[in-house]
């Protein structure tokens, strides 16, 4: 595989090198994932939307919560829909976990229907992000919350997605309670952008 390829990896794995890159994903999104599902307030009947959903890390926290509700996740990777379906089988059979190929720039949803749409570190890959935040506020319900959670760091792939730029860019989408929380660990910084879309807005 060619440089390039490799570097593309993270953004949308593939094949048998795409399993291990999912693997070490895994390992270092894990405080991430639980992190951010534990500030989305999923309630038992909640219908949940994720993002790129990668090894379905995170679905399957969401799914131990949204009990008698369900968990739907998107990706665009082939492989990691493979890999997360296994992971969260037995949610999946019972129809309490939905996933499925797309896009964060048209996704497959009717308006309003989500209480919750998070993603965690896919932002990077959205072009143009604004896009991506005005298809999450169509099929959010009035109320509905979303949750962006990205690295705060400053090498070249994420400087441009600094906490004030997300939230900014949060804000010009039409979202309002804007807030930004930093994650658990110093050592790995994270921080996750929190806000709401408009009540009554259809």
């Given at each position: ?10 953004g ?71 890999v997360?379906?296994k ?11 939905r ?24 932002i ?18 009035p ?11 400053d ?17 010009s ?11 658990p ?10 806000g ?7």
């Amino acid at each position: 595989m060619t440089q390039s390829g490799l570097r593309a990896q993270p953004g949308k794995p593939t094949g048998i090198v795409g399993r291990i890159v999912g693997y070490l994903m895994d390992i270092y999104n894990r405080e991430d994932n639980h992190w951010t599902v534990s500030l989305l307030n999923i309630g038992e009947t909640s219908k949940v939307l994720e993002i790129g959903f990668g090894t379905g890390l995170a679905i399957a926290d969401a799914a131990k919560i949204a009990t008698h509700g369900c968990v739907y996740g998107i990706d665009h990777s082939e492989t990691m829909l493979k890999v997360a379906q296994k992971r969260n089988q037995s949610a999946v059979k019972s129809d309490r976990v939905r996933l499925q190929l797309g896009n964060v720039m048209a996704l497959p949803f009717e308006d309003n229907y989500f209480d919750i749409v998070y993603s965690i570190n896919c932002i990077y890959f959205w072009e143009p992000p604004t896009e991506g935040l005005a298809e999450i506020y169509r099929v959010l319900k009035p109320e509905g919350t979303v949750a962006i959670t990205a690295r705060n760091r400053d090498d070249e792939i994420y400087a441009r997605w600094k906490p004030n730029i997300v939230r900014d860019l949060l804000l010009s989408s039409g979202f309002v309670n804007v807030k930004i929380l930093d994650g658990p660990n110093p050592k790995h910084p994270i921080y996750c952008a929190i806000g709401n879309k408009l009540v009554n807005q259809k």
